[in-house]
């Protein structure tokens, strides 16, 4: 079997994923081990918020940065980096003038939910602006094996930290909070010096490149703004209504949903620097193939995935949780895996479809998109959670949700690429089939 048959961007950027994954799964091992019920919650409560906020961030600049710098000229490229730097500055400021203000706040309250969010958000938020910025540059010159390797210096640091914490018995919820910003900025600074970030390009911004990014990616922002908001409302319904355990034995689950999202976020990496290209060359047609060819073929590849999870479920919830997850709570956590996974056989179409509508221009569909599943998911999710009082309400809610979402997006993007639903997964099945016979045949010597 051919090296290069392995080795190509799909296997590096699913290598990346992967490793990180891994290195996920080790660091949720060692919370849930390590810190009570209550304390994982409250951790995952506080990433939860630090999340929305690199959301922002990451829906008005990524995507941007992506589309408007691949393929261009050198000079186009400088005045790209410079005006994206200008604008995440920018962003940096304000996210940071509003927690300054919530710093006001500190002295009247006793929960220490809130002041452990309002502390540390603008920090962390900061800590991984140059980190982004070299990770997005990396993407739009599809320098595939440079993110995976940056990739690995910020996960294993921030997982070796972990470790020693744990080793001297000073693994402590500040502790950690603490630790995981020194090696955000740790990255960041390797980053800036040795991955050519791009920030010494901000002198050459304009103000017509500027704009340009702005209005391309006030869309997206907003798009990719209400997805966090929406994955991690159910996090703040949980705390709001049943408290922070819940959140914890929620996040158990989901951190099992890895199996799901690291081939999709790879196949997404990869993907949409694709359609970018595509649409670019004003090749409608390819971009219509390529949105058919990943959501399709990840889409039959997830059923399988689905079945096994039926099947090692349980064994993986006790692993992951440990003793803090016995009994009603890891039962609770188990079953909540299982109907998110049914549900993630959705996920790719739903997901390329947004990048499409992204790619084409057509942010503002999505963004209203996004505006309607959310605003079902926070009244279902408030609604049934409340009627239910357990996480199952949430549950609903997300099927709800998912259900709205792909019925909207399928709708308005067959004006934009014409497809059927029967297309993208007979495309997919086509594609999946030459994938697993040019990796898997033997090559012929």
Avoid at 170 to 187: A, D, M, P, R, Y
Avoid at 224 to 232: A, D, E, Y
Avoid at 304 to 330: E, K, N, R
């Amino acid at each position: 079997m051919g090296r290069s048959r392995f080795f190509n961007k799909h296997f590096i950027v699913l290598l990346g994923n992967g490793s990180t994954s891994i290195i996920g799964f080790g660091m949720a091992y060692i919370i849930f081990h390590n810190l009570s019920v209550a304390q994982a919650g409250i951790w995952y409560l506080l990433q939860s918020f630090v999340g929305l906020c690199e959301a922002g961030r990451y829906g008005l600049l990524a995507t941007a940065t992506v589309k408007f710098y691949a393929g261009t000229d050198k000079d186009r490229a400088a005045t790209v980096l410079g005006s994206v730097w200008f604008l995440a500055l920018a962003l940096s400021g304000i996210v940071l003038l509003i927690n300054g203000i919530g710093l006001l706040y500190l002295p009247f309250t006793n929960n220490i939910e809130v002041i452990l969010c309002i502390k540390w958000i603008g920090l962390n938020y900061i800590s991984s602006l140059p980190s982004d910025v070299v990770f997005w540059r990396l993407q739009a010159d599809e320098q595939y094996s440079k993110m995976f390797w940056f990739r690995m210096i910020n996960s294993c640091s921030t997982i070796s930290s972990f470790i020693v914490l744990a080793l001297i018995h000073q693994f402590t919820l500040e502790n950690v909070i603490i630790w995981n910003l020194l090696t955000n900025c740790s990255s960041s600074l390797i980053g800036l010096i040795w991955y050519k970030s791009g920030i010494q390009y901000i002198s050459r911004r304009s103000k017509e490149c500027i704009t340009e990014i702005f209005h391309y990616g006030k869309y997206t922002f907003g798009t990719t703004l209400f997805s966090s908001f929406l994955g991690n409302s159910d996090i703040w319904i949980l705390n709001f209504v049943l408290g922070p355990a819940s959140v914890a034995i929620y996040n158990l689950a989901m951190r099992l949903m890895a199996f799901v999202e690291l081939p999709l976020r790879s196949f997404a990496t990869t993907g949409i620097s694709e359609m970018a290209i595509s649409y670019n060359a004003n090749n409608m047609h390819q971009v219509g193939y390529i949105f058919k060819k990943y959501s399709g073929m990840l889409t039959i590849a997830f059923i399988p995935v689905t079945a096994l999870a039926f099947i090692f479920a349980g064994y993986a919830i006790q692993l992951l949780g440990g003793h803090h997850f016995d009994g009603i709570s890891g039962a609770l956590a188990t079953n909540v895996y299982l109907l998110t996974m049914v549900m993630a056989i959705a996920y790719p179409i739903d997901r390329f479809n947004g990048l499409a509508l992204d790619i084409t221009h057509h942010t503002n569909t999505n963004f209203y998109k996004m505006v309607l599943v959310i605003s079902l998911k926070i009244v279902c999710g408030l609604l049934f959670t409340e009627m239910l009082q357990n996480i199952y309400g949430i549950i609903i809610a997300n099927y709800i949700g998912m259900a709205a979402s792909i019925i909207y997006g399928h709708y308005y993007l067959r004006k934009y690429v014409p497809h059927t639903l029967s297309g993208i997964v007979s495309t997919g099945y086509k594609e999946l089939v030459l994938l697993l016979q040019k990796n898997i045949k033997p090559s012929k010597q």
